[in-house]
């Protein structure tokens, strides 16, 4: 890579940032396109955050991901949010275009490309049951709602109330057209949700077809921890997509391989929205099997 004079710079903003796969997914795809940018990760302090989009402004950064703990918070410095952005409530790529700082979210075509083509699920279920109700969640869950044909949702969370409260949320969203539960993560609850599926797909609203983590537990160095422990729960019919990527196998994976359950990690969902994101900031296609391959080597 060479870096001079016209060099365009891009990059990743969070606290910590040390583990981010993004710089070397976004580099390779940058050299991928021949295009003369570099993407740098910058560790920011959340006391900081103001500045360093200010910085952003300054230093005529074209493009900015953004990720944990900023998502939330970097939303009031922006000129424009896109509407999804805004129905999540997250922001996880800045475009500068001068006069200009917009936000966009693109956790949520990461996701639906992650199930369509990484997880092979052309059709999704009828149920889905969503593990988490903090960012990701809020992202999944809106995918889920607007843009597919899912009929039932069920958020299971630690905190049953914020469970809820995001469904209330994404039910209006919904237009009536799927209905969504909050519930706790119990071990009883999660046995009713996951329930038997139908053939095939779930072709019934009694037992979901797919599960989705959207919490870091059993991310690295936790990774003896699982959000679901019983490994009886699981029923061969289902699939499991765990968001998390580090470590490639989870514990969670683990136990629902162990009963036939078809299991991804969060890899492809990374690789997508990341290149989302360079869309975004280049306006050309993204080279997304050079990003897949750069995070999975
Ligand atoms: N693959 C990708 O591209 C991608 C993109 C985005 C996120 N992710 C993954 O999603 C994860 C969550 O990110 P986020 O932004 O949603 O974080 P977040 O906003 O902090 O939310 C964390 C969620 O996890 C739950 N949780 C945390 N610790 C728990 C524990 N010990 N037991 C049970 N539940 C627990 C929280 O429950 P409470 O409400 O009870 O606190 C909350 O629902 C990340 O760690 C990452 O692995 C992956």
Redesign the pocket.
Request: proline fraction near 7%; hydrophobic fraction near 40%; avoid cysteine.
């Given at each position: 890579m060479k870096i001079d004079g016209n060099t365009t710079i891009v990059g990743v903003i969070g606290y910590p940032i040390a583990h981010s796969l993004s710089p070397r997914m976004h580099n390779a795809a940058i050299q991928a396109l021949g295009i003369n940018w570099c993407y740098l990760p910058f560790q920011v302090a959340p006391e900081n955050l103001e500045k360093a989009i200010e910085g952003m402004q300054g230093l005529g950064i074209r493009g900015l991901n953004v990720t944990?703990p900023h998502?939330q918070a970097v939303m009031r410095f922006l000129d424009w949010v896109s509407p999804e952005a805004s129905a999540i409530g997250a922001v996880n790529t800045i475009l500068n275009e001068g006069e200009r700082l917009s936000g966009y979210n693109t956790?949520v075509e990461?996701i639906l490309a992650a199930l369509r083509f990484g997880a092979d699920l052309e059709n999704l279920p009828e149920k889905v049951v969503v593990v988490?109700?903090?960012?990701?969640?809020r992202g999944i869950v809106y995918a889920l709602t607007t843009v597919t044909d899912v009929r039932h949702i069920t958020i299971l969370?630690?905190?049953i109330p914020?469970a809820e409260r995001l469904a209330a949320e994404m039910e209006k969203m919904a237009k009536e057209k799927t209905e969504i539960e909050g519930k706790g993560?119990d071990g009883e609850t999660v046995r009713d949700e996951l329930g038997e599926a139908g053939s095939g797909v779930c072709e019934t609203t009694q037992g979901a077809g797919l599960v989705i983590n959207?919490?870091?537990?059993g991310?690295y160095p936790k990774v003896d921890c699982s959000?679901i422990e019983d490994p009886s729960v699981f029923h061969p019919r289902l699939v499991l997509y765990d968001?998390?990527?580090s470590p490639e196998e989870t514990k969670l994976m683990r136990l629902a391989r162990s009963q036939g359950v078809k299991s991804f990690n969060?890899l492809d969902?990374?690789a997508y929205?990341g290149a989302r994101s360079l869309e975004i900031w280049t306006g050309t296609k993204a080279p997304v099997e050079v990003m897949r391959e750069a995070v999975m080597s």
């Open positions: 944990v998502k956790d990461g988490g109700a903090g960012g990701a969640a969370n630690r905190t914020k993560l959207a919490t870091p537990v991310m959000p968001t998390i990527y969060g969902m990374l929205q």
